[in-house]
Structure formats: structure tokens, C-alpha cells
């Protein structure tokens, strides 16, 4: 049974609040890697959100599934997809992402935008496995997210300091955990993917956000 929604109130606001705080970089770095899709892949998007994205996937003609915790966050996402015309109808689960058994089914691609920054630590290399486990051999993982603060010491400042100002705000509303800027792609290989390919999104010039891909090698 999935537990209180943390998105009750934030969930309303959270899409048109992560496109003005990120001069709409947010948006663009949730869809940069959906050009690998291709009809009949099976994509799922965890902790979807209003699920922008998803409904872009559903219109290459993905099989997709969502996920999310929150049934404000899952409601948004129904709305955005509602009455579409898509290939393969879309699946929607209203779970915790880690109740979902890879013994069950795996994916082509799994996406997981602004997803595991909502963890502490321990807990988000734990999800990383999790999304590594639920990955078919050969597929992928793509994380959206804040951009690990690297450059020089202005600009690593000011990602160290945008990034504090957002998580504070979902520390305070969402009761996300408190934690530094995490180095994505570090987990990605502990579990034994590859990146493949990273694009940044700046903002005033300094990169804030990234998209990572990794493959899964074929043996598993
Ligand atoms: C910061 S929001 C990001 C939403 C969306 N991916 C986006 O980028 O707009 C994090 C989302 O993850 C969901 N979430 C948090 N923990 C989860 C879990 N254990 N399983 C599934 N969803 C979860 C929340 O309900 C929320 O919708």
C-alpha cells in the first residue's frame, strides 16, 4: 500500500515550478535523450511526475509504463496523457519503484528524471541498482538531473548554491532528503553500466543540469 503523498501540495505546482526556476532547461533536459526511442520499446518512467515526457515516449510509439508514489503526481500525469491516440495504450503503476520485481519484467530504456535526487544517500544507490536490475541486457538508463558541480570555483559556487536553494524548498514541502549534489554516473557504473552518452543544459552559461545514458552490456 503506497504511503502518505508527499506530492500533495507540491504536485500541482511542480512542472510550471521546475521550468521558471530553470529558465525551461528542466524541460528540454527531461526529453534530450528520447530520440533513442524507437516503436514497440518498452520504456518506463519512474517517478514520472506530470509526465511531459512520457507522453512524448507514447507517441514514437513506445510501450510505456509510469510510476509514481504520489497519486496527485500520478493524477497530473493521467491528465497529460489523457486522450491521446498513442500505439500501445500506457500502463500506469501507483507504487513504490522499488516494489516492482525485475523477475517480472525488465525494459528497453528506464527513465528516471529529477527521480533520485529525493533520496539520501544510502537509499538512492540502493534505487540505482534497483533501476540497473529492472533494465533489460543491453538497455538503457536515463538520468535527468542536477549536473554534478564541476568547473571553476564561481562556477561550482553557484551550482552548489542553486542547487541548495531547490532542495531546501523540497526538504521543506516534500520532505525529499537533505543531501549534496550526487555524482550520477559514479552509481551508474558501480552497477555496472555503461555511459554512453551525457548532454548539459546551462543556465546563465553555467551547466546546471545533465541527461545521462547508460547501456547495460548484453550478458546482464
Ligand atoms: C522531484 S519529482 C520528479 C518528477 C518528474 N520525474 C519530473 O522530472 O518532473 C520526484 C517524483 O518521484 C516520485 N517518487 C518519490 N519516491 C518514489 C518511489 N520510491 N517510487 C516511485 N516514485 C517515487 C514522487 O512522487 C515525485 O513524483
Known amino acids: 500500500m503506497p504511503s502518505a503523498d508527499r506530492y500533495r501540495i507540491m504536485g500541482h505546482i511542480y512542472d510550471i515550478l521546475a521550468s521558471l526556476y530553470s529558465g525551461f532547461q528542466i524541460p528540454k533536459c527531461k526529453e534530450a535523450m528520447l530520440g533513442h526511442l524507437k516503436p514497440d520499446d518498452e520504456a518506463i518512467f519512474v517517478g514520472v511526475g506530470h509526465g511531459e515526457?512520457?507522453?512524448?515516449?507514447?507517441e514514437l510509439g513506445a510501450r510505456v509504463t509510469v510510476?509514481?508514489?504520489?497519486?496527485?503526481m500520478l493524477d497530473k500525469?493521467?491528465?497529460?496523457?489523457?486522450?491521446c491516440n498513442f500505439k500501445h495504450p500506457v500502463s500506469y503503476?501507483?507504487?513504490?519503484?522499488?516494489n516492482l520485481s525485475p523477475d517480472n519484467h525488465q525494459y528497453d530504456y528506464v527513465f528516471a528524471n529529477f527521480f533520485l535526487n529525493v533520496f539520501?544517500?544510502?537509499?538512492m544507490d540502493r534505487v540505482v541498482r534497483h533501476l540497473a536490475e529492472l533494465t533489460k541486457p543491453g538497455g538503457h538508463v536515463i538520468v535527468g538531473d542536477f549536473a554534478f558541480p564541476e568547473g571553476n570555483i564561481f562556477a561550482r559556487a553557484f551550482k552548489h548554491?542553486?542547487?541548495y536553494i531547490a532542495v531546501s524548498l523540497f526538504v521543506l514541502i516534500t520532505r525529499n532528503a537533505f543531501h549534496d549534489i550526487y555524482?550520477?554516473?559514479?552509481?551508474?557504473?558501480k552497477y555496472g553500466l555503461q555511459v554512453t552518452e551525457i548532454k548539459h543544459f546551462r543556465v546563465l552559461g553555467v551547466k546546471l543540469f545533465w541527461s545521462v545514458l547508460a547501456r547495460k552490456n548484453l550478458e546482464g
Open 77 to 83: 500525469c493521467r491528465n497529460t496523457l489523457d486522450g
Open 67 to 72: 510510476v509514481d508514489l504520489s497519486e496527485t
Open 93 to 98: 503503476i501507483h507504487d513504490d519503484i522499488l
Open 120 to 123: 539520501p544517500r544510502e537509499q
Open 53 to 58: 515526457e512520457a507522453r512524448k515516449g507514447a
Open 183 to 189: 555524482n550520477y554516473p559514479e552509481y551508474l557504473k
Open 161 to 163: 548554491l542553486y542547487w
